[in-house]
């Protein structure tokens, strides 16, 4: 009996480590540093498969970037892998369906990294509801408890990273690759019907949308971590097509989106005079950027019903394109701030009531034109038909939500610059 149970455990501790093992070869995520194999493993179709946790979170475990981009999908297609001109470079650590929790979590992990000069993230109210907290491939990353070797075996022995290497392997061998969401040309209709279901979506997600004041606070712990230890904190709030805009206003939650501008505002100003080691721009160590509010390049109409050319700014209503991207960060330095069209205002207390009125007047002035009559014709009859509510369980921070932040802010760089 025990020789067969010996037998048996043998046998499954070889299983194991033979499953772990032929992951680590694949590595269809990019972690393990295996080398490519020819044919077979040399084109990472994979890479973002998980919507980047597993990858992103490695590299900022490894540390070695001087400046982390961090944000959502809008941040992951809104700009280049490595977008050009920024002070010792930066690099693009978006995740797609990511939220202020684990942006926070990202935030303290690469702030272990004593190379690290600064932090630009970007929000908006997607990042604050109490809709989401994590998705599944976070408790296998380093964001989880910012081991970076726990992680590499949770990644080993995951039946989804199994997945993902079979995918990766008949991708090399059969010449396949990822879906990719965006084009330079559509079908004749394509895009306008994308423009008009995105913006059906968000407004039964606006309408079923909780802003969470205690998301707020635990990113202002991150955000006083960081400065604290000398790391400069830029955040903006990302820009959004006009109709996706409008459909924030019709739902009712633009009060909630200037309650959000107002809450973020206090935060940043509140660190804004902590001291920087090493910033990438001028400022303060601490500051918010706005790009949203209906402003000029984001009110380039919608794309006909027929047409077939990418529109010039936005794959969709939600996402832009990676030279908005790139301006943005240019204004954000200094550059300037009419670059291809985009305009910005860093946000401090003393504009912020103007600025709203701005925001409000710019809308009255997209709504008189024509593309915003097609836009009100939209939400009309959507609200006519009686559009549901998108109502998800509420996922509220707890406990061990705060002691995760907590025990990697206790590991965060001890000795950037004498501190």
């Excluded at 200094?334 to 600025?355: C, H, I, K, M, Y």
């Amino acid at each position: 009996m025990k020789h067969y149970a010996r037998t048996l455990l043998i046998a499954l501790f070889a299983g194991l480590l033979g499953f772990s093992a032929f992951n680590a070869l694949i590595d269809p995520f990019d972690v393990t540093g295996a080398p490519d194999i020819p044919g077979l493993t040399a084109r990472d179709t994979r890479l973002f498969e998980d919507g980047g946790r597993v990858h992103v979170a490695e590299r900022l475990a490894r540390g070695g970037d001087a400046s982390i981009l961090l944000g959502s999908s809008r941040t992951v297609d809104g700009f280049a892998h490595d977008p050009t001109g920024w002070p010792g470079g930066i690099y693009n650590a978006g995740m797609r369906g990511t939220n202020i929790f684990e942006l926070t979590q990202a935030m303290v992990l690469a702030a272990r990294n004593p190379q690290l000069r600064c932090v630009v993230i970007g929000l908006d109210l997607d990042e604050f509801g109490t809709h989401s907290k994590a998705k599944a491939t976070y408790w296998l990353s380093a964001l989880n408890d910012g081991n970076r070797w726990l992680s590499l075996t949770r990644v080993g022995l995951s039946p989804n990273t199994f997945a993902a290497s079979l995918q990766l392997m008949a991708d090399n061998l059969g010449g396949g690759s990822p879906r990719v969401p965006w084009a330079d040309t559509y079908p004749a209709g394509a895009q306008r019907e994308r423009y008009e279901s995105g913006v059906r979506g968000i407004y039964g997600f606006y309408l079923g949308y909780n802003f969470d004041p205690d998301r707020v606070a635990l990113f202002e712990h991150a955000l006083d971590a960081l400065t604290t230890n000398g790391i400069q904190v830029i955040g903006f709030i990302h820009p959004l097509h006009a109709w996706r805009e409008e459909a924030m206003f019709r739902s009712g939650r633009s009060e909630t989106y200037f309650q959000m501008r107002q809450a973020l505002t206090q935060v940043f100003d509140r660190h804004a005079a902590a001291t920087t080691d090493n910033a990438c721009i001028e400022g303060g160590a601490a500051q918010l950027w706005d790009f949203s509010g209906f402003r000029e390049f984001a009110t380039l109409p919608a794309p006909g019903p027929e047409q077939t050319i990418a529109h010039v700014n936005f794959y969709e209503p939600s996402h832009y394109l990676p030279h908005i991207g790139q301006a943005m960060l240019d204004t954000m330095r200094g550059e300037d701030g009419q670059l291809d069209g985009v305009s910005g205002l860093r946000l401090e207390p003393d504009n912020l009531a103007t600025s709203a009125d701005a925001i409000r007047a710019r809308r009255q002035d997209w709504l008189a034109t024509a593309d915003g009559q097609t836009a009100t014709e939209l939400f009309d009859a959507l609200e006519a038909a009686g559009p549901q509510a998108e109502v998800e369980t509420p996922q509220f921070l707890n406990r061990d939500d705060r002691r995760s932040l907590e025990d990697k802010i206790s590991r965060i760089a001890p000795g950037r610059a004498g501190r």
